[in-house]
């Protein structure tokens, strides 16, 4: 594993590298070595056949001195002489040829000296004989025991220099043995070490064959994400740009110059160039915030106006955020987008609030027309019918007092309308104050605010244990009046109306009739009626204002106080339901959610 | 021996409220004294006399031009010397606002100006007979507006 991970890690190459190194400098180390060594050698035999060949020419010019004198000896004849005079100078010269080959041998120097020894003895020898031949003439005997000597002298001679030839080719040989030894250990040494160098420069060669797969692919990845991520700037209307801080340089990606309605790349990278497309009003806000924006700290968002190449406004937004590559440099990564569509629509948006507001603001003034102005000469019309009616209804004919009945009740009507509209409105305030109250006092107020008409028609109303909640209470005592007040009106005659009241705790995917996906738990609050009832098929119908299902000849009303009711409920985000059976009853179904 | 009449004013802008207001109580067999101010300046300046009469129960509308019932009211309650007169709103209006703070500033009870006479009768003739001593220490916020 461990082996593995040096394998893979850079510091691999750069060891082989170095070893390889080494390996050819060792090995044309010992390649020298080995040369210097083949030459020395080949020298030293060369050397070892001159101090033989030279020894050998000592021995013969011995001989010839000998031959020259003997021949002399015999002869009588002069002529003799002459080889052994030259021989004695060849003699010399030849000592001293092999004196000097042998300087550097202490073993040879020394036989080399006992060589003149014997040299000189039979040289003198020689002379003395040739001496003493000369002068008074040697008898037999005499030149007989002389010559003997001399070949004595001879003999030695020639054994000393065979030793002397021997000892140099045992040299010979035994440096001949152990440049035998250097040479056959140096090639199998040099054949390892390349094998070794071989391998290591194989194996770097896989690996750097494989990391430049491995790079190519990583290569053809980064060229597929750069051309992606253009892709996803022209199609996400965007552009990036990087700042490297430490040396102020800007790159901008192709599509920054596309956004500017400018051909990819046709000016500088650089803030100057850039800011010439910034709209004049925001070219001090944009320099601000550039500016501002201290070493090492993100560009926060801000958004400012473009004015195209082709004059066109655009609205461009920027950010931007510190990264450190692995270099150590800090570069402000950022991006562009042209975000117009978005500031358009958030400024439509806004003109629509503030349109919404004036028509919420006019609702409110019509409130207050409605509830005041409207109704004050109304009030004053039926005070003075109630005066008509009241003091002159003698004086009056019988269809003067048919049209006084028919006004009031149109005045009457009126003042329902006026009523019924004004709490409707009141239902839209956009003032919503919840508080947590009893739902049970909520009740008991309503009770008590249809008192008169529950009374008239003797119903019974039964209700359970309501919960305390928080809502806005004086729209929920609405509710519960509009409710009770509906079941009242269309209650069966000459049957006492009942209505029950009854309160459930339950969880969104217990009910049918409310979406799943709302909040988990709900108060289900019903009232039951055994009144007229209605068609199923108008459930839905009842709550849309103004909409009524009987004639307003047979039951009063205006068609909004279920409206109001649906408004109610939405206000406090809860659903509200109708059931009804003709002739059987109907059925009010409240969800108000337990944590609104 | 002196007849004891219960003094009673009524501010109020509008011509025909002042006369069903004057009919109402020649009809009703009560001792009053009505008078009847077109406006808030109008009021304040009668009560403001040293030597004025102060009413028993005074009527205020809110809406008035020149200075309007609320702003009376606030005078009202500021001086010392009107702490014993009963002040009831009697108003067109309704709302919820204009009772909160018609309550909130000290009036002892709010009327809704009933849109029938005979109401109207019934409506003045209990007001005027309240105890208001009694009335006024048991008043809270549900009983101010006066139910019919």
């Not at chain 2, 009524?10 to 025909?16: G, R, S, V």
């Amino acid at each position: 594993m461990k082996l593995n991970a040096f394998y893979k890690s850079p510091i691999f190459l750069k060891s082989v590298f170095v070893v390889s190194i080494f390996a050819i400098f060792f090995i044309s180390a010992v390649t020298f070595k080995h040369i210097n060594l083949l030459n020395k050698s080949a020298t030293w035999v060369n050397h070892s056949y001159d101090v033989n060949l030279e020894l050998e020419r000592l021995f013969s010019y011995l001989k010839d001195s000998e031959t020259g004198q003997r021949g002399f000896l015999i002869t009588k004849d002069s002529t003799f002489l002459e080889p052994y005079i030259q021989a004695k100078e060849k003699i010399d010269r030849s000592f001293s040829i092999v004196k000097n080959y042998t300087k550097n041998d202490p073993a040879q120097e020394n036989n080399l000296r006992k060589l003149q020894l014997y040299i000189n003895k039979r040289q003198n020898y020689l002379s003395l004989t040739l001496h003493l031949s000369l002068k008074k003439g040697l008898n037999d005997k005499e030149l007989k025991e002389k010559l003997l000597v001399g070949k004595y002298t001879m003999d030695s001679v020639r054994s000393q220099i065979n030793t002397m030839i021997l000892l140099e080719k045992e040299t010979l040989k035994s440096r001949e043995l152990s440049y035998n030894d250097t040479i056959k250990v140096t090639p199998i040494f040099i054949y390892i070490t390349l094998l070794i160098t071989l391998v290591l420069i194989s194996v770097s060669y896989i690996r750097i064959n494989r990391d430049l797969e491995k790079l190519q692919v990583s290569n053809n990845r980064l060229t597929v994400l750069n051309e992606s991520s253009n892709l996803a700037e022209i199609v996400g209307n965007f552009g990036s740009w990087q700042l490297n801080i430490d040396t102020d340089q800007y790159t901008f990606s192709d599509n920054i110059y596309r956004l500017l309605g400018c051909e990819p790349q046709s000016f500088k990278n650089g803030q100057d160039d850039f800011l010439k497309y910034v709209h004049a009003e925001d070219r001090t806000y944009f320099e601000g915030i550039n500016s501002k924006r201290l070493e090492k700290e993100n560009l926060p968002s801000f958004t400012y106006r473009i004015i195209r190449k082709d004059k066109q406004l655009r609205y461009f937004r920027t950010t931007g955020r510190i990264v450190t590559n692995r270099s150590g440099q800090n570069i402000l990564i950022g991006t562009t987008s042209d975000v117009t569509d978005e500031v358009l629509a958030s400024l439509s948006l806004e003109q629509q609030n503030i349109e919404l507001e004036a028509s919420n603001k006019e609702l409110v003034a019509f409130n207050y027309v409605a509830s005041h102005d409207l109704q004050e000469p109304l009030r004053k019309i039926q005070t003075f019918i109630s005066r008509l009616s009241d003091k002159e209804y003698d004086s009056l004919s019988d269809s003067g007092k048919e049209y006084i009945t028919r006004i009031h009740s149109s005045v009457d009507r009126m003042r329902i309308l006026i009523d019924d509209l004004l709490q409707y409105s009141r239902a839209n305030k956009t003032e919503k104050v919840f508080e947590k109250v009893s739902l049970d006092t909520l009740l008991e107020n309503a009770k008590f605010d249809l008192a008169q008409s529950i009374e008239e028609k003797g119903a019974m109303i039964q209700s359970e244990a309501l919960p305390k909640m928080t809502v806005i209470p004086f729209q929920i005592q609405q509710l519960f009046i509009n409710l009770i007040g509906n079941s009242l009106k269309y209650s069966k005659e000459k049957v006492t109306p009942k209505i029950k009241i009854s309160c459930k705790k339950v969880t969104a995917l217990e009910e049918d009739l409310i979406p799943k996906n709302t909040k988990d738990k709900f108060y289900k609050i019903t009232f039951e009626d055994n009144g007229i009832g209605f068609e199923q098929e108008y459930a839905e119908k009842i709550f849309i204002l103004f909409n009524r299902l009987h004639n307003k000849n047979e039951y009063a009303g205006t068609g909004i106080g279920l409206a109001i009711c649906k408004k109610i409920v939405e206000n406090h985000k809860g659903y509200i339901f109708a059931e009804g059976k003709p002739n059987e009853g109907s059925k009010f179904t409240i969800y108000l959610s337990e944590d609104c | 021996m002196v007849k004891e009449y219960i003094h009673i004013i009524l501010a109020d802008d509008d011509e025909d409220d002042r006369l069903f207001f004057t009919d109402a109580f020649d009809e009703l067999k009560i001792n009053t004294k009505v008078n009847t101010f077109n406006d808030g300046v109008e009021l304040m300046n009668y009560l403001n006399q040293p030597e004025a009469i102060l009413p028993n129960v005074l009527f205020l509308d809110l809406n008035m031009p020149r200075k309007n019932g609320i702003e009376c009211l606030d005078e009202i309650k500021k001086n010392d010397r009107f702490n014993d007169i009963a002040i009831a709103i009697f108003s067109t209006s309704s709302s919820e606002e204009h009772i909160e703070e018609t309550f909130v500033r000290g009036a002892n009870i709010y009327i809704k100006k009933p849109s029938d006479f005979a109401t109207l009768k019934k409506v003045l003739s209990d007001v005027v007979t309240i105890n208001w001593q009694y009335y006024t220490s048991g008043l809270n916020k549900d009983n101010f507006l006066l139910r019919l």
